[in-house]
């Protein structure tokens, strides 16, 4: 039962280069009020833009990002630039002068904004036939990280476990899901729905050898089932992945929560059906710096198109993580590879720039790699945010 936070309470949460945005709808839902918060001062407006237009600017903007139908780059949908400025100039242009010298924001957002990574928001209007990678992208600007209410940075830097884990990592991945009838929805990695991720093994293995773990700390195939996931003692790991499918809630018969998919057994039981539900990870016990939930639509909400983080994100938190990674929509495998992959290698090089940055630094290179220019897009950078504390590495 977190109390509101106070303007003064939040300020001395923040860093002098970080920032907190709170975007509410109001009551009524025909405007939203932004509150704007750095460690001296902070800023209230109320802007005229409801619930409705910004649902549909949302739609609109992941429309552009949406690779369910895509078989090869040619297919790519085109991202709508010139909405995605709009939605910054109505929300957030009038917090500019506020955040200006903050490198790293918070933000707390409901509503339609909730799908809708912050970093594919244009910070000034496009030119005509602009190149992706030319865009002023949000995630250009700012070390954007997501949470779930104001009450929960104080809950990330005053109360949370701090005790160190032993271990650097310990993953689950590349599920065998040939032997059982597990229908996938809209669960995919990848251009197609498919049942293997072969890329998932080389995911977390490239993964490990830049936190300098061990093969042996990562279960697949045969090894990447519910079982192994309880019986595992994971308090010692400090980052635990899962490179799979995701379900939301409702995507399968007869799944009332949403769930990351593993090996399924020959005959399933209570304790072991091959998908590990939020209820379930609710119960497990970790003291991770953070979980990576490298799978698609780990970030959305509770049932499809729902409103706020997902349900996997929570649960994860209450098992006792201190940050997630997830995913927005369904991933292009081998670009996730490469994002997360650098994203943890810059964190090898230097800690001290916080999990954002590293993420941000990554996203960068990714957009504005030569050998790849269709990476630009945001559909291959900007799936992934970081969840909870997004500034300590």
């Known amino acids: 039962t977190p109390k509101p936070l106070t303007f003064s309470s939040v300020q001395d949460l923040l860093g002098p280069r970080e920032g907190l945005v709170l975007i509410s709808r109001a009551w009524d839902d025909d405007k939203n009020h932004v509150f704007v918060v750095r460690d001296g001062s902070h800023k209230v407006y109320t802007v005229d833009i409801g619930a409705d237009a910004v649902k549909d600017a949302v739609n609109e903007l992941r429309r552009g990002i949406d690779l369910s139908g895509v078989q090869s780059v040619d297919d790519l949908p085109r991202f709508n630039t010139s909405v995605a400025y709009r939605l910054y100039r109505d929300l957030l242009g009038p917090a500019e002068e506020t955040l200006a010298g903050a490198d790293h924001v918070f933000f707390v957002v409901d509503g339609a904004l909730g799908s809708l990574p912050i970093g594919v928001l244009v910070t000034e209007e496009p030119a005509p036939g602009a190149r992706y990678g030319d865009i002023a992208w949000l995630?250009?600007?700012?070390?954007?990280?997501?949470?779930?209410?104001?009450?929960?940075?104080?809950?990330?830097?005053?109360?949370?476990?701090?005790?160190?884990?032993?271990k650097p990592f310990i993953g689950f991945g590349?599920?065998?899901?040939?032997?059982?009838?597990?229908?996938?929805?809209?669960?995919?990695?990848g251009f197609a729905v498919r049942n293997e991720l072969p890329e998932t093994a080389d995911e977390l293995r490239s993964i490990a050898s830049a936190l300098g773990a061990s093969n042996d700390n990562i279960y697949l195939s045969s090894k990447a089932t519910e079982t192994m996931v309880k019986g595992t003692d994971l308090d010692p790991y400090r980052?635990?992945?899962?490179?799979?499918?995701?379900?939301?809630?409702?995507?399968?018969?007869?799944?009332?929560?949403?769930?990351?998919v593993l090996t399924p057994p020959a005959k399933a039981t209570q304790?072991?059906?091959?998908?590990?539900?939020?209820?379930?990870?609710?119960?497990?016990?970790?003291?991770?710096?953070w979980v990576l939930l490298s799978a698609c639509n780990t970030a959305s909400g509770d049932t499809p198109n729902a409103a706020g983080l997902s349900g996997l994100a929570k649960a994860f938190f209450y098992a006792g993580s201190r940050a997630l990674l997830v995913s927005h929509w369904p991933v292009e495998s081998?670009?996730?590879?490469?994002l997360v992959t650098g994203m943890f290698k810059t964190l090898a090089n230097d800690n001290t720039i916080g999990r954002s940055e590293a993420l941000r630094q990554s996203m960068l290179d990714l957009m504005d790699d030569p050998k790849h220019a269709h990476r630009a897009h945001p559909a291959f950078w900007a799936p992934f945010v970081v969840v909870g504390e997004g500034k300590r590495g």
Not at 144 to 156: G, N, Q
Not at 174 to 189: N, Y
């Open 139 to 166: 995630a250009k600007r700012y070390a954007a990280t997501t949470l779930p209410s104001v009450s929960s940075l104080r809950a990330l830097r005053t109360f949370a476990k701090r005790g160190k884990a032993s």
């Open 334 to 338: 081998q670009a996730t590879v490469t």
């Open 271 to 289: 304790a072991d059906d091959g998908l590990l539900t939020a209820s379930e990870i609710a119960q497990l016990k970790l003291n991770a710096e």
């Open 239 to 260: 980052i635990v992945a899962f490179a799979t499918h995701g379900l939301m809630a409702g995507e399968q018969a007869g799944l009332p929560e949403p769930a990351l």
């Open 174 to 189: 590349d599920p065998d899901l040939g032997r059982a009838g597990v229908k996938l929805a809209r669960a995919t990695r």
